[in-house]
């Protein structure tokens, strides 16, 4: 990497933590910016928070291995969130999944190769009455089937 | 700024502002992420398209949701001094409703009802709107229509009595927790109240994480502020300055609700110090949750707003005692808090009508699953199961099974065991747990066992990992249940389930542990034949599903079919591809004339 670039990502860092009071209760919120604007947690933005906030970067790895919104790793493209609710479980989210992981050719929770889709299965989102509910680049689809997954999935690799 | 001076105004002066406003011509809809998601977006546009052009003076707004998610896209009209409800409304109707509209009359298509005929309505009339009453009336994200609609009314009159008298009123009015674990309001406040540390904490747990409950985001999403002055009068009654409320990070509206009225109610000084020019101050902050099911538990929840894992915490100390950071707090679901300011807007012996000997008011509830009617209904508590599930829900279409209640701390009941009273007592005789309130139903094609397994799986991951018992013995109960839908299930399996869940039971650190084995249990309590049937080798995960001659050709499987792994022409015998099937039974549940054999 260019050190210009990390230069410029230790900046953008040094803005979030500047923000927020320095003790560990700032943690969360500050890795949830993180997560928010790149998409995903750098190691050396971890390492950073670590020196600011004198915290050590094993108990960062830690909270941010526990939660799940945080990714160690950088999402592709487009994402998209299969709920795996009661409610949803029960109308079909599991053959969504499976039809999603034969698609695509990964697992939950990884990357196609070309970067281009991030499959996961989600917690409830709370939209239980359409199920079965799929969130795809952060808008909700409900009551889908294979067939109208598929085409969805179809316009936005066109 | 908004005017305040709203808030002492008397009820009639109230009454009239609100028929001003709301006398007139307004269409409104819901516009959350499920509702867009049933296709209100595109409803929505062709209102304000349609309105338009037809140049008529009707405002289009957004609204939070009316709790009737079966019959999105639900459209309020409001004209002619009543209000009139309509039903999957698609895009396509809307230009003949606003030529009807134009013309002075009522459109009469898709007409579910009208606001003067909600008691004659099957899914309003046994509902009792107390904590959600605004939803679909006010803009959630106006601090103005709240203070018309009654908002701190409650606060004014807590603050004509004292503190303690404040938390009588709740021992009066029976509330109890709404979270699930249905403990005293009015003690828990005590406690809090009792305790002479100068710093002490109120938080309100938004992270809902049960999967198939969404009432807090239906309140949240509908009536934020609710939530903000029942905790200025928990702030006010127990001596507290500072909360906290602790939103699930997958609920984005919610989150942009709660940062809008909580703005909003510290720049008209609702909020910060000298509310509304007494001596109490108390100012809230927001956090996130980053996505772990384990946070909605009170002592996890505190860890996490530390920044740290989230992970439960041994008891005593409680939470009254050593909270958040060290210091005394109390922890409240979103739907107590919001109880609280209705018994004090509307009066506690208007409340207290409500209810059961044991629990006073009203259960937000969320029926979902293979209901007909799904939706977000407000309830008394001693209401039948029963009449819940089936005539405010519509009951089940392809044959009721059993409801999962209480997420996955809870358990299912069967039909038999429907004829109670919705109490936390009761429910728990059931082997279900309340819960935060949601009520997901089963039908005949079910598989119990596989429920089970899905729960269990759940909780596996969602366990922090801190105490043996949930760490190990979640994963030994999952291995079990793999097995048994596998085909692997061995003589002695169910007994070994049963004893393990037992020992779980006892012996988790935090109510996460101690609950989780309940689907299990409940299912083997009422569905043991399935489990046995798995194990004599009589029933499969992956049944086969044949058509047999007495299909009629109707196509109605080839269409519903997910995978379209059926084939014929119309009114002629269809076929499955056996090597395409996915064996989930749609076309076995959906054929009008029961033309398909399960094997």
């Given amino acids: 990497m260019k050190s210009s670039t990390i230069v410029s990502q230790i900046n953008s860092i040094e803005n979030i933590v500047a923000k927020y ?15 928010e604007q790149k998409g995903y947690l750098p190691r050396e933005d971890l390492e950073f928070i670590a020196r600011t906030m004198n915290i050590s970067l094993n108990k960062i790895y830690g909270v941010a291995t526990f939660y799940s919104q945080f990714s160690l790793k ?18 079909g989210s599991a053959n969504l999944i499976k039809h999603l992981r034969d698609r695509l050719n990964i697992k939950c929770g990884d990357t196609t190769n070309d970067g281009k889709f991030s499959l996961f299965d989600v917690r409830c989102i709370g939209a239980c009455s359409v199920a079965p509910a ?17 085409k969805i999935l179809d316009g936005i690799q066109a | 700024m908004v005017d305040l001076s709203i808030i002492n105004l008397s009820s009639e002066k109230r009454e009239k502002l609100r028929q001003r406003k709301f ?14 998601a049933s296709g209100n977006g595109e409803t929505f546009k062709a209102f304000e398209e349609e309105i338009k052009k037809a140049g008529l003076n009707f405002k289009v ?42 013309r002075g009359e009522i459109p009469e298509k898709n007409l579910y009802t009208k606001e003067d005929e909600f008691d004659k309505s099957e899914y309003f009339k046994k509902q009792v709107r107390l904590v959600s009453k605004n939803c679909g009336i006010i803009d959630p994200e106006s601090l103005d229509d709240y203070l018309i609609y009654d908002g701190y009314q409650g606060l004014k009159k807590a603050y004509s009595l004292k503190p303690e008298e404040v938390i009588s009123v709740l021992r009066e009015a029976r509330l109890r927790g709404r979270g699930g674990a249905g403990f005293p309001t009015a003690t828990k406040w005590e406690f809090l109240r009792s305790n002479q540390s100068e710093e002490k904490y109120l938080i309100a747990n938004a992270d809902e994480g049960d999967p198939g409950a969404f009432m807090n985001r239906a309140l949240l999403e509908r009536d934020p502020f609710r939530l903000i002055e029942g905790m200025t009068i928990a702030s006010y009654a127990t001596g507290t300055s500072e909360g906290f409320i602790y939103a699930r990070a997958e609920y984005p509206l919610v989150i942009q609700r709660l940062k809008n009225a909580l703005k909003i109610a510290r720049e008209n000084g609702l909020l910060g110090k000298n509310i509304l020019g007494t001596s109490h101050s108390f100012d809230i902050h927001l956090c996130e949750g980053a996505g772990a099911f384990v946070c909605g538990e009170e002592t996890a929840l505190m860890n996490s707003i530390e920044g740290k894992r989230g992970m439960p915490r041994p008891r005593p100390p409680f ?5 958040l950071f060290s210091k005394p707090t109390n922890i409240n679901n979103v739907e107590t808090y919001s109880h609280v300011t209705t018994i004090f807007q509307s009066g506690v012996e208007d409340y207290k009508k409500y209810g059961t000997e044991k629990t006073g008011g009203t259960k937000m509830i969320c029926l979902t699953g293979k209901i007909k009617r799904p939706g977000v209904v407000e309830v008394p508590f001693g209401i039948m199961l029963r009449e819940l599930i089936f005539d405010i829900g519509g009951g089940c279409d392809s044959g009721f099974k059993a409801v999962q209640v209480g997420g996955p701390s809870g358990g299912c009941i069967p039909e038999s065991e429907l004829d109670v009273e919705l109490d936390y007592e009761t429910i728990v005789e059931k082997g279900a747990i309340m819960g935060s309130g949601g009520f997901v139903v089963m039908d005949k094609e079910t598989d119990m066992v596989d429920v089970a397994k899905f729960f269990t799986s759940f909780t596996r991951d969602e366990s922090c990992g801190k105490c043996t018992p949930c760490r190990e013995g979640m994963y030994r109960m999952w291995e079990m249940l793999e097995r048994i839908t596998n085909g692997e299930g061995k003589k002695g399996d169910i007994e070994k389930l049963e004893k ?80 395409k099937c996915i064996h989930c039974g749609a076309c076995y549940t959906n054929c009008p004339v029961k033309a398909i054999e399960k094997k």
């Fill in chain 2, 500 to 579: 393990l869940g037992n020992v779980i039971m006892d012996t988790a650190l935090c109510g996460l542990g101690q609950t989780a084995p309940k689907p299990v249990l409940s299912t083997i309590r009422y569905f043991r034949k399935e489990y046995e049937d798995y194990i004599e080798g009589k029933k499969s995960s992956f049944p086969t599903y044949k058509i047999t001659d007495k299909c009629i050709g109707c196509t109605k499987c080839a269409k519903i079919c997910p995978v379209s792994a059926i084939t014929g022409k119309i009114k002629e015998k269809h076929e499955i591809n056996q090597n």
């Fill in chain 1, 74 to 91: 950088p999402k592709g493209k487009h994402t998209i969130s299969v709920c795996t609710g009661t409610a949803c479980h029960v109308k």
């Fill in chain 2, 319 to 323: 939470p009254a005692q050593k909270g």
């Fill in chain 2, 23 to 36: 006398g007139e011509n307004v269409i409104k809809m819901a516009m959350s992420a499920c509702a867009v």
């Fill in chain 1, 134 to 150: 799929v969130v795809i680049d952060g808008r909700t689809y409900g009551k889908l089937t294979v067939e109208e997954l598929d």
């Fill in chain 1, 21 to 35: 009071p320095k003790n560990q209760s700032s943690l969360i919120a500050i890795l949830q910016e993180v997560q």
């Fill in chain 2, 61 to 102: 707004e957004q609204t939070a949701c009316f709790g009737t998610c079966f019959a999105e896209p639900f459209v309020k009209i409001q004209t002619k001094g009543n209000s009139y409800y309509y039903y999957h409304v698609k895009k396509e109707m809307v230009p003949e409703m606003v030529a009807k509209l134009k």
